[in-house]
Nanobody, 127 residues
């Protein structure tokens, strides 16, 4: 069974930028579409972005479209989330997740499609 380890979360001022990383251990990275989710205090976990296994097709929540960029380096088994123009509403614990159920060029916004989850990394945006 594989493991996903996120890093890069920290305190940042509104309008600033941050890049999160997620390294996959013990699984064949290209067997999975990958995604980022987040959960703010008192709120349900929500979809942020996803990227397909091949061709790097991407999918974004409307709230982050144009500000966040998801990418992956299959040679390094690493997923990234570049976050620009951060807002206080972006404050949350960010989780990466691996989706074995989407087709090679597909992505999913549904958390039920994801079977491996990281432990999360805290992003706090101060206004």
């Amino acid at each position: 069974q594989g493991q996903l380890v996120e890093s890069g979360g920290r305190l940042v001022q509104a309008g600033g930028s941050l890049k999160l990383s997620c390294v996959a251990f013990g699984l064949t990275f290209t067997d999975y579409a990958m995604g980022w989710f987040r959960q703010a205090p008192g709120k349900e976990r929500e979809f942020v972005a996803a990227i397909s296994r091949i061709f790097e097709n991407t999918n974004y929540a409307d709230s982050v479209k144009g500000r966040f960029t998801i990418s992956r380096d299959n040679a390094k088994s690493t997923l990234y989330l570049r976050m620009d123009d951060l807002e206080s509403d972006d404050t949350a614990v960010y989780y990466c997740a691996a989706d074995p159920n989407s087709r090679y060029t597909g992505t999913s916004r549904d958390s039920l499609s994801y079977e491996q989850w990281g432990q999360g990394t805290q992003v706090t945006v101060s206004s």
